[in-house]
């Protein structure tokens, strides 16, 4: 059986779960199997067990999260579970024309170490002013996340 990876996906507009499609995608053709999550008032994490996830989230509004995101930060700021068994990675969209680019990723990658998971790698930030296909910047960075996962 092959490992898993959660795509935890935060979108607003749907560009965001272009990038989760494909970077599933390439994680399946490494030998993952990549479930993708993006309704979480349904997901919560498991506390106890190994996991990988990457978050794929833009920023919405004034830096917040996505709305469909947002019950999951809330969830991990109120009750504050353990994630030391969670290996992840953050990958952003944003717009460099707004002094909040990338705040969404920004917010789910402090509250993932605050609360003990371990990053794999820094996190891409794509800005969608220089990137037309998110997708490719997405493709440039995965390989090396895979590199950590093994």
Avoid at 45 to 66: F, K, R, V, Y
Wanted: with cysteine; glycine share 8%.
């Amino acid at each position: 059986m092959s490992e898993s990876v959660t795509l935890l996906v935060g979108s607003m507009l749907g560009a965001t779960e272009y990038v989760a499609d494909h970077a599933a995608a390439l994680l399946k053709e490494a030998g993952y199997a990549p479930e993708i999550v993006t309704d979480f008032n349904v997901w919560k994490p498991e506390a106890g067990s190994d996991q990988n996830w990457l978050i794929c989230t833009s920023t919405h509004g004034a830096g917040d999260l996505p709305d469909n995101i947002q019950p999951l930060a809330e969830y991990l700021m109120l009750h504050r579970p353990n994630l030391a068994q969670v290996k992840y990675g953050v990958i952003g969209l944003g717009d460099s024309s707004y002094d909040t680019f990338c705040e969404g990723s920004k917010t789910m990658d402090t509250v993932l170490e605050d609360l003990g998971a371990f990053k794999l790698l820094d996190r891409l930030e794509i800005d969608v002013q220089e990137t037309p296909v998110p997708e490719d910047a997405a493709e440039a960075w995965l390989p090396e996340f895979i590199k950590k996962l093994n």
